[in-house]
């Protein structure tokens, strides 16, 4: 069924036994119908992730197959547009029927992240849509948007509570040391910090870069209060690792590839503990 981004995450930040949910970066059928099969099998919510560069390629068209799936999930899947920088991009994506949208003005000044994102906000109530907003840069690669590590630095408690309050977000993304892609050095999380920004906000807060994190580091983030991890490096890898090495039929090829990305799905799902939250 197709699902309220802030629903899933109220949700999941409520539970006395704390999770968090996958949202996992899509950008094609396959890899839908690999998160939807994943959350069926363990019943467990998430989120399709459409990055800027997937919707650029697919268009509405990409939109509109994760809606059509989710609705037709029995599990529940919001669709969400990833890291847009773009106000036309997010009104358009608004009226294609989003659950929710990054609006991604970690680029910007703070006075300018915080009008960026206030107005996708404001766009985002006439459709009932949620707003996720970062605060902070996290550094790596992502499907060509990079971040140097030199200007990467990591949220502010004092600045979050006061962007939080000035914008009207649901969903924070915050940067305590996390990365986009691989890890170019062993992650080491400032855990104290994220403890303090959790204390100043009573928004969810997400984490970005959770591909290349330790099972320990993803159950420590969930008990300081992640509810939400974007994960898009090892679901990918999946898909064009198992592309290269197949031979044969185009659609066994495609299968394969969808049977790889579930495989990893799922097991985020069960580190996640989101299985059976559904």
Do not use: W
């Amino acid at each position: 069924m197709l699902a309220n981004t802030r629903d899933l995450l109220h949700q999941a930040q409520a539970e006395a036994e704390s999770y968090a949910i996958g949202g996992f970066n899509i950008y094609n059928l396959e890899g839908a119908k690999a998160v939807i099969r994943a959350a069926e099998a363990t019943r467990s919510p998430a989120l399709l992730q459409i990055h800027p560069a997937a919707y650029q390629h697919g268009g509405n068209a990409l939109i509109a197959m994760c809606r059509v799936l989710a609705d037709e999930a029995s599990a529940p899947i919001a669709v969400h547009l990833d890291h847009s920088t773009d106000l036309d991009a997010i009104h358009t994506a608004l009226t294609q029927g989003v659950s929710s949208i990054m609006a991604d003005g970690s680029h910007l000044s703070l006075a300018d992240n915080i009008a960026f994102v206030k107005s996708a906000v404001d766009k985002a109530r006439h459709f009932g849509a949620s707003i996720e907003a970062e605060l902070g840069r996290i550094s790596g690669t992502e499907d060509g948007l990079t971040v140097e590590m030199k200007e990467a630095h990591m949220t502010n408690p004092d600045e979050a509570q006061a962007f939080v309050a000035q914008t009207g977000i649901d969903m924070l993304a915050v940067c305590i040391g996390n990365v986009h892609g691989k890890y170019p050095f062993p992650p080491q999380l400032d855990f104290a910090r994220l403890h303090t920004i959790r204390e100043r906000v009573d928004v969810p807060l997400v984490l970005h870069g959770a591909s290349g994190l330790d099972d320990a580091h993803i159950k420590q983030a969930i008990a300081h209060g992640i509810c939400k991890f974007n994960v898009n490096t090892e679901v990918r890898n999946a898909f064009v690792d198992t592309l290269r090495s197949a031979q044969g039929d185009l659609l066994a090829m495609m299968q394969a590839s969808e049977e790889a990305m579930i495989a990893v799905i799922s097991k985020k799902m069960d580190l996640f503990g989101s299985t059976g939250k559904a």
